[in-house]
């Protein structure tokens, strides 16, 4: 599902500097990880910032092995001083080589988030048959540290790609030269990695050097200073199978969300089984229609994400889902098949509330490790790291925020099926639904998603309350 859209670049220095990269200088070491740490070439540059020159071939700087030392944080805009003295020289070699300081999230570790070529890296399929598989696409991921306090600020960096297994003169699909950018990087948001993919090129062994920049703040409340570089990294690799490519990041496992998506509609299934058996209902025709919604919920997933993202020219099958979708296609779907089946609707419903929110709490698990729907970035303590499959960095959880309120939600409509006994079927059902729909409202801003009306969630979530409260009503009173 989609993430923030972004916004515009950095721009350059005003001091003529180029907007990325360090001038190339061969076997040149240092530069820091975090905003504000000068590489040496940056720092004896007369403006502060390092330019890149036309037309020149991109060495890249190459990245030493790390030494346990904790490096100091500058904001953008301020000066990294050389060390002077008797021991200036490893001063200066062990404050560069903080940078190398390659401990990573844990999430990130276990999910494609380590391995060589620090602080630049090649992204790998994971699977050694799908390797050489067309089509293929080059990622790659750049890691950095963001400042420890400040203003929000830019992050932009070029990666610039020369294939080596070339025979004869090189084309167009053997060089490339991309931009990607992070607009707003939290200061204190710790480390974040920045994904990037590079599609329709010649698949092959490439050597790809990164150059970045750190910019000034954007809301032009702060006084504007130049941008600063941060490390400067070269690494070889191979591209890999694009279709895995895109999916994959440092934090997202792959298969997670299908595994427990999965695993939810199969609990949700076997609760289903459980309530009916206890209400004396036909087990085999219930289970038959609950079989029918979950296709018809994938179906109606699929098209309503279609409608709601026109934008897209994508095929139906290859486009994102939305729960939304899913959730009213079945829910319409049972109602249907226990029409249709000789089961008394509002009974069935009652029953399917529960199993649906259950599955609803297994499967937002899935969003989170799977790197879909993600919350916004931030710099809280309670923040955890995860990714949308582009950017990595610590974010409100808002995927296990969903999880347990449809977990709750869940155990509650069970208690209420099963002790309650509302005087009116149905009124569990639209109580437990209605109050979900409240609490995904409530929890939408810290996605950040755009708004596709202008006043949409907020009638939404009146009408959502208003249905809990006269379910709730009728249940009680009638």
Known sequence: MPATSPRPSPKTARSGAGLLGPEPVAERRGGSLLTGNIPA?????????????????PQGTRVDTPVP???????????????????????????ERTALDVAVPRLA??????????????????????????????????WFDAAPSGDPYPVTVRFIGVRLDVKGNRGPKDTFQELATMPHVQPGSGRVALTHRVLDKTPGRWQVTAHAIAGA??????ARTQPVPLASATNVGVSSYAPITQLRAPGVVLGAWPALVGTGVLAALIMESVLAAGRGLPVTRVLLVALVACLMGFLGAKVYYRVTHLEEKRRLLSV???????????????????????????VL??????SL????????????????????????????????????????????????????????????????RPHVDGAVFLAGFALYVVGRQLLFPLRGLPRKTAHGRQITLVLAAITFLLAVGAGLLA
Do not use: K, N
């Open 41 to 57: 070439e940056a720092a004896s540059h007369p403006t502060g910032t390092a330019r890149l020159r036309t037309g020149a071939r």
């Open 69 to 95: 030392l904790r490096p100091h944080a500058l904001r953008p805009g301020e000066s990294s001083p050389r060390p002077s003295g008797p021991d200036s020289a490893e001063t200066a070699t062990a404050i």
């Open 109 to 142: 570790a276990i999910a494609g988030g380590s391995g060589a070529g620090w602080p630049l890296q090649f992204i790998t399929p994971g699977f050694e048959s799908l390797s050489s598989q067309e089509p293929q696409a080059i990622g790659l991921t750049y």
């Open 217 to 222: 703040p954007e809301d032009g409340g702060a």
């Open 320 to 346: 994102g889902m939305s729960i939304q979708g899913f959730v009213l296609a079945a829910i319409g779907t049972f109602a249907l098949g226990a029409a249709l089946s000789g089961i008394p609707v509002g």
């Open 349 to 354: 419903l009652d029953l399917t509330v529960p």
């Open 357 to 420: 929110l259950l599955g609803q709490a297994i499967g937002r698990l899935g969003c989170f490790f799977g790197g879909c729907c993600a919350g916004l970035p931030t710099a809280s303590r309670w923040g955890l790291w995860s990714s949308d499959r582009q950017i990595g960095v610590r974010r409100i959880p808002v995927q296990l925020m969903e999880s347990t309120l449809a977990a709750v939600l869940a155990s509650a409509t069970l208690v209420a099926v099963l002790v309650g």
